[in-house]
T-cell receptor, first 111, second 114 residues
Framework: QQQVKQSPQSLIVQKGGISIINCAYE??????FPWYQQFPGKGPALLIA?????SEKKEGRFTISFNKSAKQFSLHIMDSQPGDSATYFC??????????FGTGTSLTVIP | ETGVTQTPRHLVMGMTNKKSLKCEQH?????MYWYKQSAKKPLELMFV???????ENNSVPSRFSPECPNSSHLFLHLHTLQPEDSALYLC?????????????FGSGTRLTVV
């Protein structure tokens, strides 16, 4: 059973637009929710992360929205740029346990 | 050199070959991991090492054999692989297992089994 479900699989956004990627989970023991960004030929790199005690975290153009009751969290990329074109993975973990990753979203930002 | 370094970056091997993947981290971390990344699938955790000791093996076939001689180096020995084993193999490290902060991935080895 997939622990973290991610959608959409691919996303095309115009430059300057908002990119939104969604993830859902079932395990209420999860207490850490990171997003990773992966460029071709590179490994995933931590982009931003959130804990369930807050509903939103913002770093520059990247924002995580977290809905604990719905067991969902999402990544919003404001003012999307061509340099943001990459694959994005959500993940979840419970303290002391392994990460569970989503299947990834391939984002293409069109100039 | 900093971060997590993986070699080789690309590897093509026949099903009867034996090869090894290498991972080295310069972050002072104590835990190291091997992941398999296949298209349209979640990253699959294969092995976990904590202070050189293997703490987790996620039902990985015996044709994959990990080795961790010290906290900075991790190897994945490969033998008699199958075409479905073709994937990107990622190494990662962290301060210790279960602590998600500072989880750092290498750039991976793209493995093709022919």
């Amino acid at each position: 059973q997939q622990q973290v479900k991610q959608s959409p699989q691919s996303l095309i956004v115009q430059k300057g637009g908002i990119s939104i990627i969604n993830c859902a989970y079932e395990n209420t023991a999860f207490d850490y929710f990171p997003w990773y960004q992966q460029f071709p030929g590179k490994g995933p790199a931590l982009l931003i992360a959130i804990r369930p005690d807050v509903s939103e975290k913002k770093e520059g153009r990247f924002t995580i929205s977290f809905n604990k009751s719905a067991k969902q969290f999402s990544l919003h990329i404001m003012d999307s740029q061509p340099g943001d074109s990459a694959t994005y993975f959500c993940a979840a973990s419970a303290t002391g346990n392994q990460f569970y990753f989503g299947t990834g979203t391939s984002l293409t930002v069109i100039p | 050199e900093t971060g997590v370094t993986q070699t080789p970056r690309h590897l093509v091997m026949g099903m009867t070959n034996k090869k090894s993947l290498k991972c080295e981290q310069h972050l002072g971390h104590n835990a190291m991991y091997w992941y398999k990344q296949s298209a349209k699938k979640p990253l699959e955790l294969m092995f976990v090492y904590n202070f050189k000791e293997q703490t987790e093996n996620n039902s990985v076939p015996s044709r994959f054999s990990p080795e961790c001689p010290n906290s900075s180096h991790l190897f994945l020995h490969l033998h008699t692989l199958q075409p479905e084993d073709s994937a990107l193999y990622l190494c990662a490290s962290s301060q210790k297992p279960g602590v998600p902060y500072g989880y750092t991935f290498g750039s991976g080895t793209r493995l093709t089994v022919v």
